[in-house]
């Protein structure tokens, strides 16, 4: 099992994903309705985003019925497989496996939200807000560029690094946690807490 923890957490939410490279043999069904994505939420406390959740192995994946793209990515030495579940509408769920097991979700889907109705879009004071105790990281580590914002939980907030000076991934002391405007651009549902 490849463990992974702190700093390398936080660029591993920010791999660019390559585009999907085949569909899963016999796993394209039709999507679901789009009136069944107003209740599909991120839910930290049972790790799950809509019907999918950590910890699925490819098997049950599969059997939700939807549509699915199965691709190979490299980073940071390992391969990964990721699956593409499409939910219908333009809303796509990054299923990363580790030792069989869905290891973590990511979406950058608009619509989506948790308990606190946080999700893509929100803002960092929304976010400072609805987890008082969260911060801002940002940084730069062997060349890959990071912000996420972390409250502690199963859910990371990778923030828009377009918005953000490059000053802040060399010297987070520039006060790059003072830009209450900068929006969430993806969510990560994490196995466990992701810091």
């Known amino acids: 099992m490849k463990i992974m923890s ?6 591993m939410l920010t791999a660019c994903s390559p ?3 085949g569909v899963l043999e016999g796993a394209k069904h039709a999507p679901i309705e789009a009136a069944s994505l107003a209740a599909a939420n991120i839910d930290a406390s049972h790790g799950s985003i809509a019907d999918l959740r950590t910890g699925m192995t490819k098997d049950q994946l599969v059997a939700t019925g939807h549509a699915i793209i199965e691709r190979l990515v490299m980073q940071e ?3 990964y497989v990721v699956m593409d579940v499409s939910l219908g509408d333009d809303v796509i769920i990054e299923c990363w ?4 097991r869905v290891e973590r979700l990511r979406t950058t889907a608009e619509g ?3 308990q606190k109705g946080i999700g893509i879009g929100s803002t960092l004071a929304e976010l400072k807000a609805a987890y008082p105790g969260g911060r801002l990281i940002v940084g730069n580590e062997d060349g890959r560029r990071y912000a996420n914002f972390v409250s502690h939980s199963r859910v990371v907030f990778e923030m828009d690094m377009d918005a953000l000076p490059q000053t802040c991934f060399h010297d987070e002391s520039v006060g790059c946690d003072m830009r209450p405007d900068l929006r ?3 969510v990560v549902m994490h196995s466990g807490p992701a810091g």
Request: proline share 5%; glycine share 18%; aromatic share 14%.
């Open 97 to 100: 496996f580790d030792d069989g």
């Open 184 to 186: 969430v651009r993806g």
């Open 19 to 21: 585009a999907p490279s």
């Open 112 to 114: 989506m939200s948790d």
């Open 6 to 11: 702190g700093t390398f957490w936080a660029l």
């Open 77 to 79: 030495g390992d391969e």
